[in-house]
């Protein structure tokens, strides 16, 4: 196999960068969301008995601590002196109220605002209230904001747009409260490589002359997408799931958007690329489905990509539903992966393609501490492959010990390389250790 280039010199050639300062994400951050699963259909009793079923199925000590609420919480319009309103009637005892919960839980809010006039949901967006709405989000005791990029106002072409999306982190700063800063910039894509099917149109994405400390300075996580992700593995000609019919939507998109698009080493402490919320365990509850490989496949790249790992099912019955499922995304082998301190993001070592339709395997490899790896070969493929990985050749130690995550079990001392066969649609994950 051709390998792609090792990460060693990258890393040389950005160099270290100051993030966002504001003392956040220092790995990337892991939660739930109320989006994917309940979209606008969400309430204060749905939120909390979200954060009561975290607590009890384990997650929140695995780590997932953020519980967010998206989009479907606020009015359209401000009040008289501009602030923002609650929707009395899906959160009568308001946010602060939730705020204090889930705070008694030992979990933190999440909650959603836009970057111009308008959202994606029901309320206003924060364009000209950035001060204002910021001092809101600290008085509720908010931990965790997302900022969307639905509304007009803001021109994506030009500097306008990064000079926002650092206002509004400023102003989040002025406040004095801790407030996790996630934004989803947009840019157009270009027309080569996988992009090349979204060529000249918008997605969700840094504009690509953001530079490596550009990027750090101004938000602790950014969306990277080329559309809004679904449950399913990669389709293209369903138009009520995908938003252009003909071009390909699914994980299988979100994947090859973060490859192009967000050049790996600009992930580090403090500052993430966001492969989007994790469909894992909907299980075609709203909008598709993907089998259980299938959400081993995905949560696995987010893994190993050090993308925020934020839930969206309904955890109040994922563990008599989808136990499995469910241990998936407390595994505390992967989740170490995707926690590192180093704060590292997989580099893609070897594709056998270079479109989304011609790409049928993919292997990474992540720089962990303790000189361990990890590794990942995945099969996009329709049927069994056998996919190979020479570690030598990518210069690591000749002798390594593998041990496969999703199996809990050890293949024992292995040199030079690894070869196994790979279901459709599914992965081999291992930790790798000098041996």
């Given at each position: 196999?051709?390998?792609?280039?090792?990460?060693?010199?990258?890393?040389?050639?950005?160099?270290?960068?100051?993030?966002?300062?504001?003392?956040?994400?220092?790995?990337?951050p892991?939660g739930?969301?109320?989006?994917?699963?309940?979209?606008l259909?969400?309430?204060?009793?749905?939120?909390?008995?979200?954060?009561?079923?975290?607590?009890?199925?384990?997650?929140k000590?695995?780590?997932?601590?953020?519980?967010?609420?998206?989009?479907?919480?606020?009015t359209?319009?401000?009040?008289?002196?501009?602030?923002?309103?609650?929707?009395?009637?899906?959160?009568?005892?308001?946010?602060?109220?939730?705020?204090?919960?889930?705070?008694?839980?030992?979990?933190?809010?999440?909650?959603?605002?836009?970057?111009?006039n308008?959202s994606?949901?029901?309320?206003?967006?924060s364009?000209?209230?950035?001060?204002?709405?910021?001092?809101?989000?600290?008085?509720?005791?908010?931990?965790y904001?997302?900022?969307?990029?639905?509304?007009?106002?803001?021109n994506?072409?030009?500097?306008?747009?990064y000079?926002?999306?650092?206002?509004?982190?400023?102003?989040?700063?002025?406040?004095?409260?801790p407030?996790?800063?996630?934004?989803?910039?947009k840019?157009?894509a270009?027309?080569?490589?996988?992009?090349?099917?979204?060529?000249?149109?918008?997605?969700?994405?840094?504009?690509?002359?953001?530079?490596?400390?550009?990027?750090?300075a101004?938000?602790?996580?950014?969306?990277?997408?080329y559309?809004?992700?679904v449950?399913?593995?990669?389709?293209?000609?369903?138009?009520?799931?995908?938003?252009?019919?003909?071009?390909?939507?699914?994980?299988?998109?979100?994947?090859?958007?973060m490859?192009?698009?967000?050049?790996?080493?600009?992930?580090?402490?403090?500052s993430?690329?966001?492969?989007?919320?994790?469909?894992v365990?909907?299980f075609g509850?709203?909008?598709?489905?993907?089998?259980?490989?299938?959400?081993y496949a995905?949560?696995?790249?987010?893994?190993?990509?050090?993308?925020p790992l934020?839930?969206?099912?309904?955890?109040?019955?994922?563990?008599?539903?989808?136990?499995?499922?469910?241990?998936?995304?407390?595994?505390?082998?992967?989740?170490?992966?995707n926690?590192?301190?180093?704060?590292?993001?997989?580099?893609?070592?070897?594709?056998?393609?270079?479109?989304?339709?011609?790409?049928?395997?993919?292997i990474w490899?992540k720089?962990?501490?303790n000189?361990?790896?990890?590794?990942?070969?995945?099969?996009?493929?329709?049927?069994?492959?056998t996919?190979?990985?020479?570690w030598?050749?990518?210069?690591?130690?000749?002798?390594q010990?593998?041990?496969?995550?999703?199996?809990?079990?050890?293949?024992g001392?292995?040199?030079?390389?690894?070869?196994?066969?790979?279901?459709a649609?599914?992965?081999?994950?291992?930790?790798?250790?000098?041996?």
């Amino acid at each position: 196999l051709k390998m792609a280039r090792p990460w060693f010199a990258l890393i040389v050639l950005f160099g270290a960068t100051s993030a966002l300062n504001n003392g956040l994400g220092r790995t990337p951050p892991m939660g739930w969301s109320s989006w994917n699963r309940f979209l606008l259909n969400i309430s204060e009793q749905l939120i909390l008995d979200m954060g009561t079923a975290i607590v009890a199925t384990g997650l929140k000590d695995a780590g997932y601590e953020y519980v967010n609420v998206d989009a479907g919480y606020l009015t359209k319009e401000r009040s008289a002196n501009g602030s923002l309103v609650v929707n009395s009637t899906r959160f009568p005892n308001g946010m602060k109220h939730l705020a204090d919960q889930l705070h008694e839980m030992g979990l933190k809010l999440g909650v959603y605002t836009d970057l111009a006039n308008g959202s994606c949901g029901l309320g206003p967006g924060s364009y000209g209230h950035y001060e204002q709405d910021a001092q809101t989000f600290a008085d509720w005791g908010v931990d965790y904001l997302k900022v969307d990029y639905c509304g007009r106002d803001v021109n994506v072409l030009t500097g306008e747009q990064y000079s926002h999306w650092q206002l509004f982190g400023q102003a989040l700063n002025a406040t004095a409260r801790p407030i996790y800063y996630s934004i989803c910039p947009k840019t157009i894509a270009p027309s080569n490589g996988t992009a090349a099917l979204f060529a000249g149109q918008t997605v969700y994405s840094p504009p690509l002359n953001w530079t490596h400390a550009e990027r750090a300075a101004v938000a602790n996580s950014w969306l990277v997408e080329y559309r809004n992700n679904v449950d399913h593995f990669s389709m293209s000609d369903n138009a009520s799931l995908c938003v252009d019919v003909g071009k390909p939507c699914g994980m299988i998109s979100n994947i090859d958007a973060m490859i192009q698009m967000a050049v790996s080493s600009f992930s580090q402490p403090g500052s993430w690329a966001d492969a989007d919320m994790l469909e894992v365990c909907n299980f075609g509850h709203l909008n598709g489905g993907m089998t259980q490989a299938e959400y081993y496949a995905h949560f696995s790249v987010w893994v190993m990509f050090a993308s925020p790992l934020i839930l969206s099912f309904d955890v109040r019955t994922i563990a008599q539903e989808h136990p499995e499922c469910l241990a998936m995304v407390k595994n505390a082998k992967a989740l170490r992966v995707n926690q590192d301190p180093l704060g590292h993001r997989a580099e893609l070592a070897y594709q056998d393609g270079n479109t989304t339709a011609s790409i049928t395997q993919q292997i990474w490899i992540k720089r962990l501490t303790n000189n361990q790896h990890a590794l990942l070969l995945f099969n996009r493929g329709s049927t069994t492959q056998t996919l190979t990985f020479n570690w030598e050749e990518y210069g690591l130690s000749p002798s390594q010990d593998l041990f496969n995550i999703w199996s809990n079990s050890s293949l024992g001392s292995l040199r030079d390389s690894v070869s196994l066969p790979v279901k459709a649609h599914d992965v081999a994950f291992f930790l790798m250790t000098e041996s």
